[in-house]
C-alpha cells in the first residue's frame, strides 16, 4: 500500500526546497505515496530520496557506458548516456527553479529517463526491437519503468527502486499521454507497453489518458534541449559537418555568426563552446517565456490541474518549435544518417541482433542467474529475460561478449 506522507513541521522544514513553490507545483508534502509503505527520510523530500535512489542504482552507474551516437571507443569526449542525463537534469533544474516548480521531481525524472536505453543508443534499441517484434517489442522507456519497478534488485523488502507515484508517472509519460488524444501516433500504433499498462491496472493508476505534471514535462523539453546542442557539438568534434554548413540552420546559423563577430578570430573550440551555451540559452529563456504566458492563461490551482488541462503547459513557442524541428533535420540529414554512422551504426545493429538470436535459442548460455529466469527457447518468457540481459549491457561489455561467441569482426 502506498505510504501515508509524513505532513510534521520539522520534516517539511529540512525537506522543502529554500524558494517558494508555486501553486501548480507538485508539492512533496502531498505526494500520493510509493507502492510499499516506508518511512520517511528525516533529511530528505521524497523527491530528494527518489533521485537518490536512481543515482545509486545499478542501470544509472552503466551509462557511463552507453552512447548517445558514437560507440565508447571512438572517443573521450563523446557524450555518453550519462553524460546526457547530467545535462539534462541541470536544465530541468534551472527550468523547474525559474517557475517556482519542485527542482527535486524535475531532476529526479531527468536523471531516470535514459535508464532503459540499450547498447549503442538507437541502432541497438532498434535491433532489440526486432528481435522482440513476436514478443511484444522493445520500448526503451518502457525498459525505463521496468527497471524502476521491477528489475533493479538492491533492497530488502521489494524488487525496483519504490519510487514515489509523481516520479513513476512522469518517466511512464515522458513522451506526452498514453491513452486518448494526446497519445502520440507511435503510441497509438503500437499501444501502451504492456509493463506499464500492467503496472497502471493492477498496482497504481498512473492516469495514462493525461499529461504529467508540470516537472515531468520539464524534464521531457529539457531532454530535447540537451541532445540537440550536444550533438551539435560532438558532431562538429567528429568531423561530420562544419561550423560553415551550420550557417542556414535557422537560429543556430544566427547565434555562431553573432559569437564570431563578438569575437573575431576566436579558436574553433571556444567559438563552438560559446554558441552552443547561447542556444541553450535562448531555448530555455523562450520555453520560460511561452510556459509562463500558458500559465497565466490556465491559470491552474494545482498539479492536478496541469494534469487536467488536455494539454502541455510547458513547452517552446511556436517559433522556438519550427527552430527545433529545422535544426533536427540537419542533425538528421548531416549527422544521423552519415556514412560514418550508418557504418557503426549497421554493425551495432549486428552486435545486438546476433547476441539475441544466439541467447534466445540457447538461453543456457546466459549467466547462471538469468539463465535461471528462462523458459524454454524461443518462449515469450526467455525473449523477455534475454532483451533484458542485453539492454543492460555497455557498448564495450556487448562488444566483448559478442566476440567471446562469434569471433572478432572484420569490420
Known amino acids: 500500500m502506498p505510504a501515508e506522507p509524513d505532513t510534521s513541521p520539522g520534516r517539511l522544514q529540512a525537506a522543502l526546497p529554500p524558494y517558494r513553490l508555486r501553486p501548480y507545483a507538485t508539492d512533496a508534502a502531498r505526494s500520493r505515496g ?69 527542482e527535486d521531481l524535475g531532476e529526479a525524472v531527468a536523471l531516470a529517463h535514459d535508464l532503459g536505453h540499450t ?29 524502476l519497478v521491477e528489475l533493479e534488485h538492491r533492497y530488502a523488502e521489494f524488487d525496483g527502486l519504490n519510487l514515489t507515484w509523481e516520479t513513476l508517472e512522469g518517466i511512464a ?52 534541449i540537451a541532445y540537440n546542442n550536444h550533438d551539435i557539438d560532438d558532431g562538429l568534434r567528429a568531423g561530420l559537418f562544419a561550423i560553415e554548413d551550420l550557417a542556414e540552420v535557422p537560429l543556430v546559423g544566427p547565434v555562431f555568426a553573432e ?31 511561452e510556459t509562463g504566458r ?19 503547459v510547458v513547452a517552446f513557442s511556436e517559433a522556438m518549435t519550427e527552430n527545433d524541428r529545422a535544426l533536427k533535420r540537419f542533425l538528421f540529414q548531416r549527422m544521423y544518417r552519415h556514412e560514418r554512422v550508418t557504418r557503426m551504426t549497421e554493425r551495432a545493429g ?34 523477455r529475460v534475454v532483451a533484458d540481459y542485453i539492454a543492460g549491457m555497455t557498448d564495450r561489455y556487448a562488444l566483448i561478449d559478442h566476440e567471446r561467441h562469434f569471433g572478432k569482426s572484420e569490420d
Open 34 to 102: 510509493r507502492l510499499f509503505r516506508e518511512p520517511e527520510s528525516t533529511t530528505r523530500s521524497p523527491f530528494q530520496r527518489d533521485r537518490d535512489r536512481i543515482i545509486h542504482s545499478g542501470a544509472f552507474r552503466r551509462l557511463k557506458h552507453k552512447t548517445q551516437v558514437f560507440v565508447y571507443h571512438e572517443g573521450d569526449y563523446y557524450r555518453t548516456r550519462l553524460t546526457h542525463s547530467i545535462e539534462v537534469a541541470q536544465i530541468a533544474r534551472t527550468v523547474c527553479r525559474c517557475l517556482g516548480l519542485d
Open 119 to 147: 547498447p549503442f543508443g538507437h541502432a541497438g534499441e532498434e535491433a532489440l526491437d526486432a528481435g522482440m517484434r513476436d514478443y511484444g517489442g522493445f520500448d526503451h522507456n518502457a525498459q525505463t519503468f521496468r527497471i
Open 173 to 224: 509519460k515522458h513522451n506526452g499521454p498514453l491513452l486518448g488524444s494526446g497519445a502520440s501516433a507511435k503510441t497509438r500504433a503500437r499501444g501502451v507497453p504492456a509493463a506499464i499498462a500492467r503496472y497502471s491496472a493492477e498496482r497504481q493508476d498512473l492516469e495514462l489518458g493525461g499529461w504529467p505534471g508540470a516537472e515531468a514535462q520539464v524534464a521531457a523539453i529539457a531532454d530535447d
Open 259 to 289: 559569437v564570431g563577430r563578438r569575437y573575431p578570430g576566436l579558436e574553433p573550440a571556444r567559438l563552438v563552446h560559446e554558441s552552443i551555451r547561447r542556444l541553450i540559452d535562448r531555448m530555455v529563456v523562450d520555453l520560460l517565456e
Open 294 to 312: 500558458r500559465l497565466r492563461a490556465a491559470m491552474p490551482a494545482s498539479a492536478d490541474a496541469i494534469r487536467g488541462l488536455g494539454r502541455p
Open 350 to 383: 549486428r552486435v545486438v541482433g546476433d547476441l539475441f538470436e544466439l541467447y534466445l535459442a540457447s538461453p543456457e548460455k546466459l549467466p547462471p542467474e538469468w539463465a535461471a529466469l528462462c523458459g524454454d527457447p524461443a518462449e515469450t518468457r526467455t525473449a
